[in-house]
């Protein structure tokens, strides 16, 4: 039972008793509390009784316990009084001792002393080694304490002046050989790996070897001068990284990625921890940790002024060996051989990835330099990263200056564009070698009193600084590498990453909205006053090619030529050489997309030149010299009522498809053919054609298909990439050769519209050829059929001879020789479609001058008959076999037509009635008429009755499909 469990029992006993007034209720819980004592007695009699031998043990460890607490405390008392005896003994030797620790003191002290004399006296020798071990930081920690003990606590020894002269010449070596690493980790150690990666991705021999490891590499190593131990830095703390490290920092090289940085972001966050702890640094993890080792040392020699100083007086020069020493690697082991213009983009790449590894290093080297000035507390001393970036820029100039041919500058200025190009394509130039000009300061002129120009020693010196300077010259330009010749043009290889460095550039100077670097104002201004100058000149000369040069008009049947334009035909020299125009201003719209606008623009005015040019060469082909002459399809091509009734039959779709899908029906070419064959019967069968208004050159028609095929692929061309410009609402993506990358900003749609514009009318100037080509053959048809007819042999005796007379008449024969003489001069020069365009119809065009010529003949015999049949079948056979390659049926027609004549007109109204109408009614009734002439005494009346007898028939019988009654 618990404390407060008792008390609320016995609070409860003083209310009962307090309450109770008899006597017999406090009996009762006297009794109740008597029977709860003896229960709790017994209860606790037997917790004893059961607890027996715990509570023995409990009792023999007390006791124990009290034993030892009683004899600790009296060895307690006899420590104190012996701790008071001696206290008291050595307060009676007190000066004793004390001298005697004096004493050992100063021996102490002396020993020490000799120790650091005996150091001293070995530290030249261990300097000397630890350096040619390159464990830079312990030499220059031991030189340095050294130095600080003989200028304070040994600086009264004169026994260590030649110590001191020895260590003070070991640190001068020392410096010098930090400088000497510093400069090799910062410009060679750093872009090792860059270098490794152009090699590794040529096909020479040896590809681990180093740049200046070749054949007169010591002449243009530039750290062999000095002390002479810089090694190949294949051994220890050369920081490079070979192998599986050097793979995997390829993959950091890659196009996309960052090739400027040093470290990875990890061993970024590594470096940084070491930079508080410069023991922890090990030069053998590659150039960081070298530099961090390097200006902690040069920091506790308290150099790092001097040091600034010296890097940045070198700067230039190790900027300029890095570009000399790529240079040289690529001409002898790239993976194309010199002068290969893609060699330059790799250049450029590898110059600007060392540039970044050298400007990344500075700044490791600033930060390492700053916090050794902090830890050391030495004169504070900073590089300025501004500065470094202001020499690469210089170094970037000086590789553009080498590649650009600036010269081309003072030449434009005298070449002459043509009038039209002139203020289209008028451009200010500069020259821009006025950049590299070191501008000296005006120093007032000293007037001399006496001149010895003229004397012996004067003139024999002249000649000899003069040969002297000139050879320097020579020498210089011969130790200049190129990878390719200059070029204007080579900037389009070098733009996009150009761009993507000046960004950067301007990224890490911090250049304000609006304002540009340097390296951006040189590229501009050569832009503008030198390339899109030469852009110009080299449009012109292939405008004034185009126009002007024999072999422009000529065709281009190279198959390599051929295929890589993706065409089947050959296209003309000069359609060849402006698209080739076109397309290199297209590329230069996605490598100079800030000029884009400006391309676009000079390629509308190559555009309209070239269609002007193109309608002359059209006009030159289709125009006699004489105005009064003409030519009927030129003309008729020219109408604009029938070129656009003319593609508004179905015939012209056959064109815009490459292939048909469906085999049309003789039914469906009838449909389609019939419209136009009833137009041209109309318009040229009732008029003769002189042979001045054909043209029957093959050579003529040969080059009109040329030409028609030139300008339809250039002008489908031009449409195509014209359509995937990107404009203001949306961003389209160029299609073919002249595809425009992403980077094109979007266009003017006015510009843009205009190029589609200008296309259509190329596009109109070739359907217009094509039409030439298809009237003038049906125009030929006239003009061989006509003379069956209408000529001097077209009387009694040409169809109703005697069977001698029944060969094909001359008049086919020369009509079959013609179109053989065209399809033969078009086979090679269009496409499938468009010869099937212009001979498809032809079959129907001579069946309808033939039937329609009934009219004109006299008279007609069996004989005659089977010469009808026979030039009839010679033309269909000339169409089936060597042009169209179908049954011509339309001729079977004709032939049906002509042997009707064997028939007696009574026997030919028979046959209408039991065979239906396959003829017009005119048809027909010039049938009659010319049987009626055809017999020997013919008699009008019967030729009225056979009339009159012909209008009921038709008027009562139902024609067949596709005839016309």
């Not at 041209?680 to 002189?690: E, K, M, Y």
Request: contains cysteine; glycine residues 6%; negative net charge.
């Amino acid at each position: 039972m618990g404390d407060r469990e008792a008390s609320g029992l016995l609070m409860s006993v003083i209310r009962t008793l307090h309450e109770t007034d008899t006597g017999q209720e406090r009996e009762e819980q006297k009794k109740k509390l008597e029977l709860e004592f003896k229960q709790c007695d017994t209860r606790l009699d037997q917790l004893v009784a059961y607890h027996q031998g715990d509570l023995s043990s409990v009792m023999q460890t007390y006791s124990t316990l009290s034993g030892r607490l009683h004899r600790a405390r009296g060895k307690l008392s006899t420590v104190r009084e012996s701790l008071i005896a001696c206290k008291e003994l050595l307060h009676y030797k007190r000066d004793e001792l004390k001298k005697l620790w004096l004493d050992g003191v100063e021996q102490k002290h002396i020993l020490q002393l000799l120790k650091q004399i005996q150091e001293m006296k070995d530290l030249p020798e261990k300097i000397g080694s630890q350096m040619a071990k390159k464990e830079f930081l312990v030499a220059t920690r031991g030189l340095t304490s050294s130095l600080d003990l003989l200028k304070g606590t040994l600086k009264d020894v004169e026994a260590l002046g030649e110590v001191r002269s020895e260590l003070e010449s070991r640190s001068a070596q020392l410096y010098s050989r930090l400088m000497e690493d510093l400069t090799a980790q910062i410009y060679v150690e750093a872009t090792w790996d860059v270098l490794q990666l152009q090699r590794v991705g040529s096909t020479r021999e040896n590809p681990f070897q180093r740049a200046d490891s070749g054949r007169n590499s010591s002449d243009k190593n530039p750290f062999s001068s000095g002390s002479g131990k810089k090694k190949d830095g294949s051994g220890k703390g050369s920081g490079r990284k070979t192998g599986e490290q050097l793979k995997a920092r390829r993959l950091l090289l890659e196009p996309g990625t960052s090739s400027g940085s040093l470290l990875t972001p990890a061993e970024e966050d590594d470096w940084n921890k070491i930079l508080n702890d410069p023991d922890s640094a090990d030069a053998t993890l590659g150039p960081a940790h070298a530099i961090l080792i390097d200006m902690e040392c040069l920091a506790l020699l308290n150099k790092l002024p001097e040091t600034v100083e010296s890097l940045n007086s070198d700067l230039q020069k190790q900027l300029s060996q890095i570009l000399s020493r790529t240079s040289q690697q690529l001409a002898e082991s790239g993976r194309y051989p010199q002068g290969d213009k893609r060699l330059l983009p790799q250049l450029f790449s590898a110059v600007v990835a060392q540039l970044q590894r050298v400007v990344e290093a500075h700044r490791l080297a600033a930060m390492a330099g700053q916090k050794a000035v902090v830890r050391n507390k030495m004169d504070q001393a900073r590089l300025d990263l501004a500065e470094v970036w202001s020499r690469v820029q210089s170094v970037i100039q000086v590789l553009l200056t080498d590649y650009l041919d600036f010269k081309s500058s003072s030449t434009l200025g005298s070449l002459s564009l043509p009038q039209q190009s002139a203020n289209t394509f008028s451009e200010p130039t500069a020259d821009i070698n006025s950049y590299f000009v070191r501008r000296k300061t005006a120093r007032p002129k000293r007037s001399s009193l006496f001149r010895f120009d003229s004397s012996s020693t004067a003139l024999s010196m002249n000649d000899y600084l003069r040969e002297h300077v000139e050879s320097d010259k020579e020498g210089a330009k011969e130790d200049k590498i190129l990878v390719c010749p200059a070029d204007p043009h080579n900037i389009t290889l070098i733009f996009n990453q150009l761009m993507q460095f000046i960004q950067e550039i301007e990224k890490a100077l911090k250049v304000q909205p609006g304002a540009h670097c340097t390296l951006y104002a040189f590229l501009m201004d050569y832009i503008k006053d030198v390339f899109l100058g030469q852009i110009h000149v080299d449009i012109s000369n292939s405008l004034n090619s185009a126009s002007q040069s024999l072999d422009a008009w000529k065709s281009v049947t190279d198959t390599d030529v051929l295929r890589e334009l993706a065409v089947s035909r050959p296209l003309l020299q000069s359609t060849v050489s402006v698209w080739k125009s076109m397309a290199e201003l297209g590329e230069m719209m996605g490598t100079l997309p800030l000029y884009s606008h400006h391309f676009l623009t000079i390629m509308c005015n190559i555009l309209m030149q070239y269609k002007e040019i193109c309608g002359a060469a059209y006009r030159g082909l289709v125009q006699p010299e004489a105005e009064d002459k003409r030519i009927i399809s030129a003309q008729w091509a020219k109408d604009e009522d029938i070129s656009r009734f003319l593609k508004s039959l179905p015939n012209w779709n056959t064109v815009e498809r490459e292939s048909q899908s469906v085999e049309e029906t003789a039914e469906e070419i009838d449909q389609r053919n019939a419209k136009e064959t009833e137009m041209l019967v109309q318009n040229l069968g009732s008029s003769d054609i002189p042979p001045h208004e054909i043209l029957s050159d093959p050579a003529q028609l040969r080059s009109l298909a040329q030409l028609q095929e030139s300008l339809d692929w250039f002008a489908q061309s031009v449409l195509k990439f014209a359509r995937g410009l990107p404009t203001g609402s949306s961003t389209g993506g160029g299609v073919g050769k002249l595809s425009v990358v992403s980077v094109v900003p979007p266009l003017p749609e006015t510009t843009i519209n205009t190029l589609i514009s200008l296309a259509k009318e190329f596009e109109e100037l070739a359907d217009v050829c094509l039409l030439v080509l298809h009237l003038e053959v049906r125009v030929h048809c006239f003009y061989y059929l006509m003379p069956l007819w209408r000529g001097p042999g077209g009387g009694p005796s040409q169809f109703s001879g005697g069977p001698d007379s029944t060969d094909p008449s001359n008049e086919i024969i020369q009509l079959n020789k013609d179109l053989l003489a065209v399809e033969d001069a078009l086979d090679s020069s269009l496409q499938p479609q468009k010869i099937q365009y212009v001979f498809e119809g032809v079959s129907h065009l001579v069946s309808a001058i033939l039937i329609s010529s009934a009219a004109t003949i006299k008279r007609i015999n069996s004989n005659g008959v089977k010469k009808m049949c026979r030039n009839i079948f010679a033309v269909q056979h000339t169409l089936t076999a060597s042009i169209t390659g179908r049954r011509e049926l339309a001729l079977d027609q004709a032939k049906t037509f002509y042997e009707l004549f064997n028939l007696t007109p009574k026997e030919l109204l028979t046959s209408i009635v039991e065979r239906g109408a396959a003829f017009k009614e005119l048809d027909y009734m010039n049938a009659l008429q010319l049987l009626h002439r055809s017999v020997a005494h013919p008699d009008p009346t019967s030729l009225t009755q056979n009339m009159e007898r012909l209008s009921q028939i038709l008027r009562g019988v139902v024609a067949r499909p596709g005839v016309t009654v």
